[in-house]
């Protein structure tokens, strides 16, 4: 079962890698410029694996395009998180005091006020677009790696390898991240992996209501909002974003679980 | 008589608002059978905005106001005009300044109190009452003696006078078609007393067909038969329910299920309901007053010369849009006023699809190497969508197409503060087309309506002249020169009329097509067959 | 994602818990409430320009009078005291689009929000525990497998993408259920937002009951006790099944009191008249007070279901406070 999330997983995220670094190979058309209201809604077959949507473009190099977005928002987004979480996380544990009463107090806060919530209000208070959705959902989701850091500095703090890095006279800064944090990245990583698949799906659902990618670039969640008007008309212009969709986030939730029985037995990242 | 003859010359116009489709017809065939209750949608919004018809300004809102007030005229869906409703007859002095109003004598309020001419003047001056805010300002200003109410200089408006208990004349500042103005829900008329309690906003007490009796917040709202309604024999029903909805495949869905009785619907469900056989017999096509346009800041170079704007409208191929994108449903441009204005010239001719032309026109203007045409639009088919499938087009021509997308209250921000390039819109363009036109006036600041910044003083003269013109035929005539003279002058890219969609289910009877907002329903005249749902 | 279920063993008393978390709670409100009221107040475009939409056109003296009479010329930082002073008399305002009190309305529409939220909850926990016992008591079987692969595919499922495809087959294929829209408050409508808000819950839930089962076994006391008699195994069972049910407790609890803000996509997708499909109407009306009312609501809630949680998980497991 291990064994099988975790090949699985990296499978589906070497074949999205895949697909978005050799998307203009692999995809037959453009999927902005080749654009036929002659060729609207036709169904998929022929020329056209997947059919074209309202605007005559194919839907399956569109699909391949969106790879592009859902990857760099998935990954990005998943850095910043991480890079916020982990910096306040470590920083709260290791120095304690009126620094970790204000990191948890934000932690609260962040937990609080809901993911989607947040970036509703940021993505109207920047107006739609990449960088803007990167902030939003950038800027967002970092509680649960904060928490997980601190929680686990503050159990290494005291071991043997931390208090020999100190004796030894290597500063704050050493300490914990050449010292700490490679022995608790393991969690990390899953915790991360998975926020990956949550990044995406956090995308989507703001294209969804309208506060996404700018069109006429392709993205999945984009592709899905304007498909739902079009379910009865034109099917396959909502299934196969979304099955797109489905299959990257369960590949990189299956990955995270697959690394989770490798890198963290004991549980710490557990979901 | 001369304004019958115009009407009727406008009829011919009018051929497209009402097809002569079977749910129509049905609705002759039989006599009105009572009872049952009516299952309608209250569309494009997620909740309500108010249930007192002088505090709204959504269509929505109108739709549930049908059942529940009346105002001095009402909208005929048949003749497409306003026509005498609590009004029993009017009569306008030689200068159509003053009209002498006389209501019925038989109408009540749901509190069983009788309607009167102080009820109307109360309401008119309450809808002028700066501290109010209504929408329907607009409607009462051009009665004398209002703005001085509404600038807090006067606590009622002088040009309303009471004569006896059913009659009252309104004096107005110009020659005016009063119907124009008082059709519209926001100028229902309100019992004071009712107005007076705080339930007022959750529990509305008008004058129409039905009371209200239930309202679940961004759910339904209903309203059981008014036994004393002034019309005899109607409402029909013996109740009303409307679902609120904001979600155009959500009611599709409802309708096909047999959960509302009618139904406005979006493009990609009227392709479907076009192409079924049974569907296919329930759509009542309207002709709204409404023109979709691509807005242009006429100030900003290079769309300050006549010459780059003509070329937008010439680089497009509008047919292909409208088949493809809107799926037919609407109906092409060929100037400023709608299809179904009483100025519409039927024999003016669109500008066609000619990129050639265009091309020569924008080297003629100094653009042959093209130019950057920065576009806001809201995240719709008909924002966002229009200016993807333009795209193509304008670049064919060498101008490249750059989107926004934001808020329709960033979209009207910038458009109103002039900082906009282009955007999309609709724009009601009906039913007065000289209110329509104005739209165009150099003196009308862009807060006022000339977002465009469009300003020809020649236009303005025409404008002028029409409105003061003695006849309405005259009128008629001159502001079709001046619809011609617009189109010419392309302050937009003229898209489409919207052509509103009706679904009604074969048991629905009585339903006609309403070209001011498709949406609303003549809820008294709608009855239910013996077999439908609404009377298990 | 969801956060996790905080295990927190850290010797604490329920009177400083409460405490704590009270300031805590009172922090963050007051810390959110100026962000938001920042954010929505210097965001392009104001109530004002959005009245009317596209279709009905509003004179330019009722938009103007609008800005007076709402205060929107005024300066933001008098803006922000005033309505400070107002909801510190428990005042959260007019709203400007329906211009009844925002109390009055979250209200009406709390009732719905409760119903959904409820049901959701219900929904994942009745069939996501069991889900969750019966894979960890055939651990490394094809059950555990298949209730594995069902749980992680509910956790990466788009939920518009779940409750359109679910809309559209039970709803107008199969004809069993109601497409949208409350009804007049019957159960039937109830079914597909509720399975639609339920089914990520749902997943998690299955994951942890059967993380705390399998890890409640393994515990060494389990295996002391099963080799003692009767009465004693009764009793450390019996403290198993605590344990475990502190952990699915916290994990319904978290999930339970995210779910007002995770039901922003479901409701709007369901017209269902709830607080999330209310927030993104009022967010695109700029209908300020109305928003701000919205995302307290939503944080309210979340804080005090926490707190409640908290407390429970005290009460459940008395080592907490000493361990």
Known sequence: MQRFNLNFGLLVVAALVFVAAFAPFLAPYSPVDFADLRNSNLPPGGPFLMGTDEQGRDIFSRIIYGARISLLVGVVVQMMNTFVGVTLGLTAGYFGGWWDEFVQGLTNLMLAIPTIVFALALMTFLGPGLVSLLLALGLTDWAYSCRISRAQVLSQKEQNYVQAARTIGFGRGHVIFREILPNVAGPLVVVATMGVGSAILAEASLSFIGLGVVPPTPSWGGMLARAREQLMVAPWIAVFPGLALFITVLGFNMLGDGLRDLLDPQGRADR | MKRRTFLKSSAAGLALTVSPFAGALRAMADTPLPGGTLHLVAPYGTALTSLDPHKTWESQDLVVSKAFHRSLYNWDTTGNRPVLDLAETVEASDDRKTFTFKLHDNIYFHNGRQVTADDVIWSLNRIADPALNSPGVSNVQPISGAQAVMDGKAKTISGLTKVDDLTFSVTFDNPTDPGMLFFDGSTSILPQEEVAKPEFASHPVGCGPFAFSEHVEGSYVSGKKFDKYFKPGLPYADEVTFTITDDYSAMDVAFRAGEVDATVLSEDAYVLYREDPELSKGLIEVAELFTRHMGLNNEMPPLNDVRVRQAINYAIDRDLVIEKLLKDKAIKATGWLPKTSIAFDATRQPYPYDPEKAKALLAEAGQAGGFTLDIMVTDSTSGRGVAEAITPFLKDVGITLNMTIADGAVVADAREKGTAMAWMRSAGTGPDPVVALRMFDSRMSRAAGNVFAFKDPAFDAMLDQAAAAADDAQRIDLLKKADAYIQDQAPVWFHNYNKGILAVQPWLMGATGNVTETAVLEVENLWLTQDAPGRG | ?323
């Not at chain 3, 007051?30 to 929505?40: D, G, P």
């Not at chain 3, 009191?257 to 008249?273: A, C, R």
Request: with cysteine.
């Open chain 3, 1 to 323: 994602m969801p956060p996790p279920p905080s295990l927190r063993k850290e010797p604490v008393a329920v009177s400083s818990v409460l405490g704590r978390r009270l300031l805590q709670s009172l922090v963050t409100l007051l810390v959110s409430v100026l962000l938001v009221f920042f954010m929505f107040s210097v965001i392009p475009g104001s109530f004002a320009d959005a009245i009317g939409g596209e279709k009905r056109a509003v004179s330019a003296e009722v938009k103007e009078k609008l800005r007076t009479e709402l205060h929107l010329d005024e300066p933001l930082p008098e803006r922000f005291v005033h309505y400070l002073s107002d909801l510190s008399q428990g005042d959260l305002g007019k709203s400007f689009a329906m211009r009844r009190p925002v109390l009055d309305i979250l209200l009406e529409r709390l009732v719905a929000s409760m119903r959904l939220a409820v049901a959701a909850i219900g929904f994942a926990v009745v069939v996501g525990v069991p889900m969750g016992f019966l894979a960890a008591a055939r651990k490394g079987t094809w059950v555990d497998a298949a209730v594995m692969m069902l749980a992680i595919s509910g956790l990466s499922i788009p939920g518009f993408w779940f409750g359109l495809l679910a809309m559209y087959l039970f709803a107008l294929e199969l004809r069993w259920l109601p497409t949208i829209g409350y009804g007049h408050g019957d159960l039937s409508h109830l079914v597909l937002p509720a399975m639609t808000l339920g089914i990520a819950p749902l997943a998690l839930i299955a994951r942890t009951t059967r993380a705390a089962v399998l890890q409640v076994l393994g515990e060494d006391y389990i295996r002391t006790a099963r080799s003692k008699g009767a009465s004693e195994r009764r009793v450390v069972l019996r403290h198993m099944a605590r344990n475990a049910f502190v952990l699915i407790l916290t994990t319904i609890g978290l999930q339970f009191g995210s779910m007002l803000g995770g039901s922003v996509i479901v409701e709007n997708l369901f017209s269902w008249p709830g607080i999330g499909a209310l927030l993104t109407q009022a967010v695109a009306q700029r209908d300020i007070p109305l928003v701000q009312g919205c995302v307290l609501l939503i944080i309210v809630f979340f804080l005090v279901i926490n707190t409640l949680v908290d407390l429970a998980y005290i009460a459940i497991d008395p080592r907490i406070r000493y361990s």
